[in-house]
């Protein structure tokens, strides 16, 4: 079974940045696509960005400019880092396979919040 582990969310100010990390316990992790889903309060489960195994990247409309996803095949691990953070961010982010692909199963999420 894959352990998806995410790390680095906290608590930014509007405008700020974080760096988030997905560590997977996956063996040939670089043959798979990866990608970013955030869950807000009350709200579904959303794509945010992901990036195929050759490392072409997609990102929904409201992120394009100001997040960045990008992998390291050696160490298992894909990253979110998002710039000029807006409190409509503020939710849980995991990571996971891309929609439209088997999920693996669903790690605990890093909590993003926005707020002055």
């Known amino acids: 079974q894959v352990q998806l582990v995410e790390s680095g969310g906290g608590l930014v100010q509007p405008g700020g940045s974080l760096r988030l990390s997905c560590a997977a316990s996956?063996?040939?992790?670089?043959?798979?696509?990866m990608a970013w889903y955030r869950q807000a309060p009350g709200k579904q489960r959303e794509l945010v960005a992901s990036?195929?195994?050759?490392?072409?990247?997609n990102y929904v409309d409201s992120v394009k400019g100001r997040f960045t996803i990008s992998r390291d095949n050696a160490k298992n691990t894909v990253y979110l880092q998002m710039n000029s953070l807006k409190p409509d961010d503020t939710a849980v982010y995991y990571c996971?396979?891309?929609?439209?692909?088997?999920?693996?199963?669903w790690g605990q999420g890093t909590q993003v919040t926005v707020s002055s």
């Open positions: 996956k063996t040939n992790f670089r043959s798979y696509g």
């Open positions: 990036i195929t195994n050759g490392g072409t990247t």
């Open positions: 996971n396979r891309p929609s439209g692909t088997v999920p693996w199963s």
